[in-house]
């Protein structure tokens, strides 16, 4: 809530001139009198001195006390602020005025006083005050103070407060600080009071704010619930442009019921060093893996399966890239005494990475005639260090290795048609001990591939949906790779690929050497529409169809994996759907059959149009929806078959309804669904939402003054 004081007059003159002479006026009828040197203005008389002019029905100065005096609809200006009242007086030496029956109008808001004292011109004294923010002549609401003091840009502190809805008082406070300053200031929150049945009486979010500067702040704040527990929570953000960003919450919950203290701790941080050195740091920790699922608010934040905390550096070396981190997850859901082997933390320290993107191995001739097949070939190096330690309930188990691998790859196109693409992969990678025992074992493995790849393009005329032009795109594609069934170990023998799992360990992208040939084939048919819309060519693919599947004498038994298809249709703006599903040719069963629709509709229904002025437009609707349907096709499969939607409706132009729903078609029964009723009531607006789940029911209530958004009574009724 922000006040100003609108009297803000000029320093008296220090220059030696005397005041008449350092003041413009003028009036329809002037009188001075030449014994005393005083001055009356009458009608439409107005004074300027310095940034300051004064405007009113009479204006007298008083050369004896330098006084200046005005009534009858007195207007002040000063350096962009106004207050009109029904006089002033000004006193020139001492820089002090006051003013009578003040009205002003300040960052969305009217003040009106009785009384405005200027003491200084940073200390001012208001009697009989009123403030508010609704426009109309008889107003919705208003603050009333007796009392108040004002020190500009910083603070207001009155008493008593009383606030005042169709001139019927609600609430009382002995006295009330407000922050004043423009942008970010320190000052107390305002609490919501209420009750409910679980918790009782209650005060939430009662605290104070530390505006330090444009670049941090702090807020501190605490619930206080009768039945149910005393709660403080720490919120501090921090940002600089191009430098730095982050913010940290710490929350600290007593629980009067079971006299359990619990905690959680959140921070996240980024900077980039002068040196181009990017710092990241997440921080997320608990008292104990039920805290989410029991006091968080957010129906995502209480589903959060697991807890990810780490701190990376990472730089640019030249061409290449490096990154370091630690970091560490812990899994919420698994819960000791169980499930067996379930994982319970990892723990990645240190986490090492340096990267060389592709470059050509040779150098690319300036003259495109001069270039040869050779000038194609292009190399990169990965290579990637990690310690990482896994907890499970009982046991654990520690590895460390480290990998290097290298690709050598060329791109051309043979008769400008076909693609050719061969490829030449190295890996190695030492670990410091395997499943024997051993210490520093370790494998080099090849592999090599080849894909070959066309387009065929076919365009023609038509006049679906406005389109006067379709293309469609085909693109074929076969690729293959081969793989050596042994690997070189680091004693110098070679041994066969398929018993690697008997002597590697296998963890994050640490992988075994593998062999065999896999033959992949894809086809992809792209449908796209062109249209001439206002002058513009509109392009949109309308439809997209893939197809893959693959081939490799290693499966005995089916050397052919199922045939995967993607279909995707967009064939308008407000309508999407896609088709998942595979085809397994050997036992002549489709599986893994699903279908997406989703549905976006928005616009103003003239029906809906209010009826208080031709100028109005039609009252706006939105309507979202997204089905996914996985159905069942044979016995052993569970059908999938549930439903989102959301409605947005204006009403009226007060009137707002919104619903959202998520609905299981199978079960016949909604998995939750809330809707909200909103009101605008002038200078206040109200809302009601019902929510209901399988996880959490209840309701909240709030009305509101929109300028002041922290000025609210709520109720709010559920489980968290």
């Not at 929150?189 to 500067?213: N, V």
Request: contains cysteine; aromatic residues 12%; glycine residues 6%.
């Amino acid at each position: 809530m922000n006040l100003c004081l609108l009297l803000l007059l000029s320093q008296p003159d220090t220059t030696g001139i005397e005041p008449m002479q350092s003041m413009a006026y003028e009036a329809d009828s002037l009188v001075f009198s030449i014994t005393d040197e005083d001055l009356t203005l009458i009608g439409n008389a107005s004074i300027e001195h310095k940034q300051m002019s004064i405007t009113a029905d009479t204006i007298r100065y008083f050369s004896i006390d330098e006084t200046v005096r005005a009534s009858g609809n007195m207007e002040l200006a000063d350096g962009g602020d106004n207050a009109t009242g029904t006089a002033l007086v000004y006193h020139l030496p001492t820089a002090t005025a006051r003013t009578f029956s003040t009205t002003s109008f300040y960052d969305r808001a009217q003040y009106n006083s009785e009384t405005v004292t200027m003491l200084s011109r940073n200390e001012f004294n208001l009697t009989n005050v009123v403030f508010t923010s609704c426009e109309k002549d008889t107003f919705d609401y208003y603050f009333w103070a007796e009392m108040m003091k004002v020190y500009p840009d910083d603070k207001a502190v009155a008493k008593p407060v009383i606030l005042y809805v169709q001139d019927t008082p609600v609430f009382w406070l002995p006295y009330a600080v407000f922050p004043i300053r423009r942008g970010r200031s320190s000052g107390f929150t305002i609490p919501t009071i209420g009750s409910s049945s679980r918790d009782g009486r209650y005060i939430r979010k009662i605290g104070y704010y530390f505006g330090f500067s444009d670049y941090i702040d702090l807020l501190i704040s605490s619930d206080l619930m009768e039945k149910t527990r005393f709660q403080v929570t720490m919120t501090e953000r921090h940002s600089l442009r191009y430098v730095m960003n982050g913010r940290s919450r710490i929350q600290w919950r007593r629980q009067f019921e079971s006299k359990r203290d619990r905690w959680l701790v959140e921070s996240a941080h980024t900077q980039e060093l002068p040196d181009g050195t990017m710092v990241r740091l997440t921080g997320n920790f608990v008292s104990d893996r039920s805290y989410l699922q029991e006091t968080q608010q957010d129906p995502q934040d209480r589903m959060e399966g697991q807890l990810r905390s780490w701190l990376s550096l990472s730089r640019n070396f030249g061409r290449g890239s490096a990154q370091a981190s630690i970091e560490y997850t812990e899994y919420l859901d698994a819960l000791p005494d169980t499930i067996d082997h379930e994982i319970l933390s990892e723990l990645c320290a240190p986490d090492i990475r340096y990267n060389l993107p592709s470059a050509p191995v040779f150098r690319t001739p300036s003259d495109p005639a001069d270039q040869r097949i050779w000038h194609s070939l292009y190399w990169n190096l990965n290579s990637h260090y990690l310690a990482e330690n896994t907890e499970w309930e009982d046991s654990s188990l520690y590895n460390t290795g480290i990998k290097i691998s290298s690709r050598l790859s060329g791109s051309n196109r043979l008769g400008d048609i076909l693609a050719v693409s061969p490829w030449l992969n190295t890996t190695g990678t030492m670990y410091h001990r395997d499943r024997q025992g051993h210490r520093l074992p370790g494998w080099l493995h090849n592999s090599v591939g080849l894909s070959l790849a066309t387009d065929i393009y076919g365009m023609f005329s038509s006049n679906f949906a406005g389109y006067s032009i379709l293309r469609h795109t085909i693109s074929p594609s076969i690729s293959t790779s081969w793989a050596p069934d042994r690997y070189l170990a680091t004693d110098g023998n070679f041994y066969e690929a398929e018993n690697a799992d008997s002597i590697y360990y296998r963890f994050s992208d640490f992988s075994l050497p593998s062999s065999g040939t896999v033959v992949s084939f894809s086809l992809l048919n792209v449908l796209e529409g062109k249209r001439l819309s206002r002058g513009i060519i509109d392009k949109k693919t309308l439809a997209e169809l893939s197809l893959t599947s693959s081939w490799s004498p290693r499966r005995e038994d089916e050397t052919f994996s199922p045939v995967s298809a993607s279909l995707n249709l967009t064939p308008t703006q407000w309508i999407s759907s896609r088709v998942n599903g595979a085809y397994n040719a050997y036992t002549g069963k489709v599986q893994d059959i699903s279908f997406t629709t989703g549905v976006q509709l928005s616009g103003n229904d003239p029906t809906m149009r209010p009826d208080s002025g031709f100028a109005m437009m039609p009252l706006a609707w939105r309507l979202n929806l997204s089905h996914n349907w996985r159905p069942a096709l044979y016995s052993e499969e569970d059908d999938l078959n549930k439903l989102r939607f959301t409605v947005n409706i204006d009403l009226t132009t007060r009137w707002a309804l919104n619903y959202r729903a998520y609905y299981d078609i199978t079960e016949d029964d909604f998995i939750s669904h809330d809707y909200s009723i909103m009101r605008d009531l002038d200078s206040w607006e109200a809302i009601f939402t019902r929510h209901v789940s399988d996880i959490d029911s209840g309701f909240y209530f709030r009305i509101n003054i929109k300028v002041f958004p922290d000025i609210k009574v709520e109720q709010h009724t559920s489980s968290f």
